[in-house]
């Protein structure tokens, strides 16, 4: 009887030592790339947005934030070029620091909302680094003021794992565009930079 206790009781020991192993490999965060759970995965609305940078006539650099965006990525961890990269703008949800700015932004000079309430972006290609498994190059087709051309964006994977009751995944990306290549030509005769520097922050949500 005591060895047949002896036999339960280390089984028992065995049974909590693997599964207390494995609770703190699902708690682990992870700069891995390929350790990172592969699936579909959604924007955090609250910590995700895009920080727009713009030359103001050679005296200041104005910076401004589109926030409340919306975006799916399909994440394919064992083959990276299959990933896929969909995103909505909300041209309406822009922070400037200026109420007359922002008022500004929506007219037809610029995003011209009441036609053209959000920019989409569509990945058609992601490429790995060879050099860095943490860095990719998304090329994709942005739609705005009804026009699309291609944009590539430089991301950096920052890293995945558990948090606040969900898996997350964390990336920055750097992208640059001409607004005039959009049909955003205001001000540009005067010295207001035709050249846009976009910065991404994003952390995905892996979907159940």
């Known amino acids: 009887m005591r060895s047949s206790l002896r036999y339960v009781a280390a089984g028992v020991a065995s049974l909590a030592l693997l599964t207390g192993s494995a609770v703190v490999a699902q708690a682990v965060l992870?700069?891995?790339?390929?350790?990172v759970t592969a699936g579909a995965y959604k924007l955090d609305s609250s910590h995700g947005n895009i920080t727009w940078s713009v030359d103001h006539m050679g005296f200041s650099t104005y910076t401004g934030q589109f926030v409340n965006v919306q975006a799916e990525l399909s994440l394919n961890t064992s083959n990276p070029s299959a990933s896929s990269l969909t995103a909505t703008i909300p041209l309406t949800d822009v922070l400037t620091g200026s109420e007359g700015l922002t008022r500004h932004l929506q007219t037809a000079d610029f995003f011209d909302t009441a036609n053209h309430p959000t920019a989409t972006f569509v990945s058609r290609s992601v490429t790995v680094d060879a050099a860095?498994?943490?860095?990719?190059?998304?090329?994709?087709?942005?739609?705005?003021?009804?026009?699309?051309?291609?944009?590539?964006?430089?991301?950096?994977?920052?890293?995945?794992?558990?948090s606040m009751g969900s898996y997350k995944a964390g990336f920055d990306g750097e992208a640059t565009i001409k607004r005039s290549d959009f049909g955003i030509t205001y001000g540009i005769p005067m010295g207001l930079g035709d050249e846009v520097k976009l910065h991404i922050e994003g952390e995905f949500t892996l979907q159940q």
Do not use: C, M, Y
Request: without cysteine; proline residues 8%.
């Open 30 to 35: 992870t700069k891995v790339p390929s350790e």
């Open 132 to 162: 860095d498994a943490n860095e990719a190059t998304v090329v994709g087709d942005l739609t705005l003021r009804g026009v699309t051309k291609p944009v590539t964006i430089e991301v950096e994977f920052n890293q995945a794992g558990p």
